[in-house]
């Protein structure tokens, strides 16, 4: 055991609620915990990061960790947080968000290191063949309903209704508690604070049912100092797949976090010790211009959720909107990178049979380019001139230059007038 698992949850703000006796237990011996995680997309998203790095330090700290992928109580829906019942999903929509899933949870979790490997269960493995009357006769019994009606998830949502569907969810994940007790020796579940009434419906059936003991932690849900929701953006949930989300976005999501906030999310998000967060903190306050602290905690997560590589690609191209860079730097930019730094800036389409006809780059950027870059040919040469204008991160200076630039990803022209007003022409 190299560390005390609370104490490091502790110290990084990980720890909301807790059962007496789990920290003494969790000292003692090994212990196997598990979260669940809902495989409602086919992939996770950034609000997902707590509990994977909960399930991290579990692991580091000696203990060994499941990930439990919901591919049965992903057909049900858990109420918890919701103000209304969410679509059910077929099995084979299920199937291939577990496998996705599964292969995210790789990028942190060794699945192979002995006593304490990561596993992977699906409680759709223990429900498939349990038939609805043997379930009420055998878990419905031991929880009564007064004490299912006590939770906060159902009080929350009596006035707006609620299926018996969601309504069994807290029997159905208390069971799966149950199974992983009996089966895996799972003593431990962890989980949001929004889970506290699921979590604790499982220990009270292993205590009814197997008059055993187990017990429950459960983290605090992060909000943000500006009191918006973690996680989201204006597009929507910043998600682990770079198809959904971008490594640029995903980078600039967490480099422009307030010092506030970053100050919270590398403790939770990041491996790093104390003493290194500490010293961050510290050198941040000197020079917060600099933004030290958005820097190391967009590159630490960057390389583990993606990789070294895309890491680099995502500073390249923020220095590429924000700082200074070269027209090398542009054209190294694969194409999704690319269309993703500059997403939303006016743009055209013009043929390649057009494009070659241009005479010069007035002509290129006035009615060339239908008139985004500008209205008349007047104005382009005066700009040309003035030294303001520049394509692919060139800078023009002769408003009669022939139109010889090399297309990036073979298809587009990034014109930018002033410092901050970009263009794109789409050849094709």
């Known amino acids: 055991m190299t560390k005390d698992f609370v104490e490091e949850m502790k110290w990084r703000g990980m720890i909301h609620d807790m059962m007496p006796g789990v ?3 969790m000292n003692k011996e090994v212990v196997t915990a598990y979260i669940g995680f809902d495989p409602t997309a ?3 998203h950034i609000g997902h990061l707590v509990q994977i790095m909960t399930l991290v330090h579990l692991q580091r700290t000696g203990h060994k960790p499941l990930a439990l992928v919901g591919g049965a109580t992903g057909m049900v829906g858990d109420p918890s947080g919701k103000s209304a019942e969410r679509n059910l999903l077929d099995e084979e929509t299920l199937n291939h968000n577990l496998n996705a899933v599964k292969g995210q949870l790789e990028n942190f979790l060794d699945f192979d290191c002995g006593e304490n ?9 223990w429900f498939k063949e349990f038939g609805f009357l043997e379930f009420i006769r055998d878990v419905g019994k031991h929880i009564s309903v007064n004490y299912m009606m006590a939770k906060d998830s159902v ?3 009596l006035e707006t209704g609620m299926s018996f569907t969601e309504f069994s969810y807290q029997l159905v994940q208390g069971y799966d508690f149950y199974w992983l007790n009996q089966n895996k020796n799972c003593k431990v579940q962890l989980g949001g604070s929004d889970q506290w009434g699921n979590i604790v419906t499982g220990t009270e059936l292993i205590r009814r049912k197997a008059q055993g003991e187990a017990w429950a932690i459960t983290t605090p849900l992060i909000k943000k100092a500006d009191g918006t929701k973690f996680g989201k953006t204006a597009g929507g949930s910043v998600w682990l797949d770079k198809d959904r989300t971008s490594p ?3 980078y600039q999501y967490w480099l422009n976090s307030s010092d506030e906030d970053a100050e919270n999310y590398i403790k939770i998000f990041t491996l790093f010790s104390k003493e290194e967060i500490d010293q961050l903190i510290a050198e941040h306050k000197e020079a917060p211009h600099e933004r030290k602290l958005q820097k190391a905690l967009g590159e630490d997560i ?3 959720v993606h990789s070294k590589e895309d890491y680099e690609m995502a500073v390249k191209a923020s220095g590429i909107l924000f700082g ?3 027209a090398e730097d542009l054209a190294s930019l694969d194409e999704n990178t690319f269309l993703s730094v500059f997403e939303g800036v006016p ?3 013009i043929s390649k049979a057009e494009y070659e006809a241009m005479e010069n780059v007035t002509d290129l950027l006035s009615e060339g380019s239908n008139g985004i870059v500008f209205p008349s040919k007047g104005e382009a040469r005066r700009m040309i001139k003035g030294g303001g204008v520049s394509i692919n991160k060139s800078k023009l200076s002769d408003p009669n230059q022939t139109v010889e630039f090399s297309l990036l990803s073979d298809k587009y022209l990034l014109a930018q007038k002033g410092k901050k007003n970009y263009f794109l022409i789409i050849v094709e």
């Open 347 to 349: 743009q055209t389409t």
């Open 302 to 304: 960057t390389i583990r």
């Open 23 to 25: 920290q003494e237990l």
């Open 155 to 157: 009080k929350s949502r």
């Open 324 to 326: 200074k860079s070269t």
């Open 117 to 125: 490997s990561a596993e992977m269960v699906n409680n759709y493995d």
């Open 42 to 44: 086919d992939s996770l």
């Open 248 to 250: 640029y976005k995903f």
